[in-house]
Nanobody, 127 residues
């Protein structure tokens, strides 16, 4: 059973980078056919897919965030990470990592679209 755990700071100042890491257990980050995803949910809004990295290490980003985002993986630690630059209060959300056995083709998602989820971590961007 794949288990995921997010880690990172809960408070980030505006204009600073937001960095989160997801640690995987129960599978290897290089196992086929897994895709490793970052998803967020802002207050009062639905789940928004923001990016992913494939089991062969290819990242893919939400078009509106691509210029500010970077996703990387570390097979030695069985982790993947997110960096979102130049954050604003609009980036305040609960951030989740999630596993899907295939690529994502939509930016609005539901929990059932993914086979495993982390518990989520609240990130608040202060002025």
């Amino acid at each position: 059973q794949v288990q995921l755990q997010e880690s990172g700071p809960g408070l980030v100042k505006s204009s600073q980078p937001l960095s989160l890491t997801c640690t995987i257990s129960g599978a290897s980050i290089t196992d086929k056919p897994y895709f490793w995803n970052w998803i967020r949910q802002s207050p009062g809004k639905g789940l928004e897919w923001i990016g992913s990295i494939s089991h062969w290490g290819e990242p893919k980003y939400h078009p509106s965030l691509e210029s500010r985002m970077s996703i990387s993986s570390d097979a030695s630690k069985n982790q993947f990470s997110l960096q979102l630059n130049s954050v604003t209060p609009e980036d305040t959300s609960v951030y989740y990592c999630a596993m899907r056995t295939g690529p994502v083709w939509m930016t609005t998602v539901q929990r059932g679209d993914f086979q495993a989820w982390g518990q989520g971590t609240q990130v608040t961007v202060s002025q």
